[in-house]
């Protein structure tokens, strides 16, 4: 069984700051990509930021500039800094994490319980 479980999450004024760490545990041979995605009330869940590598991020057009993906792969833990909160950013959000559980098997993808962002104006 793998686990990923969120913090950070809360209430910021807008332009404020907020730190989010994601933390992978349980039977794991290998996280490949991680990441967030956030879903808003009555929107679809979209892409915030992933990173495969300390070379390889991607992130949603509406946060680039403003906050970023950095990982710590021996703890198996994704953090998301945001800074230069916006209203808009106000939203759940989710870690993602494709995880290898044993050598030579495909990877399974994995979703955390989600944490709330919330932004005020």
């Known amino acids: 069984q793998v686990q990923l479980v969120e913090s950070g999450g809360g209430l910021v004024q807008a332009g404020g700051s907020l730190r989010l760490s994601c933390a992978a545990s349980?039977?794991?041979?290998?996280?490949?990509?991680m990441g967030w995605y956030r879903q808003a009330p009555g929107k679809q869940r979209e892409l915030v930021a992933t990173m495969a590598s300390a070379v390889s991020t991607n992130y949603g057009d509406s946060v680039k500039g403003r906050f970023t993906i950095s990982r710590d792969n021996a703890k198996n833990t994704v953090y998301l800094q945001m800074n230069s909160l916006k209203p808009e950013d106000t939203a759940v959000y989710y870690c993602?994490?494709?995880?290898?559980?044993?050598?030579?098997?495909?990877?399974?993808?994995?979703w955390g319980q989600g944490t709330q962002v919330t932004v005020s104006s």
């Open positions: 993602n994490a494709d995880i290898v559980v044993y050598s030579g098997s495909n990877f399974y993808v994995y």
């Open positions: 349980g039977n794991i041979f290998r996280s490949n990509t």
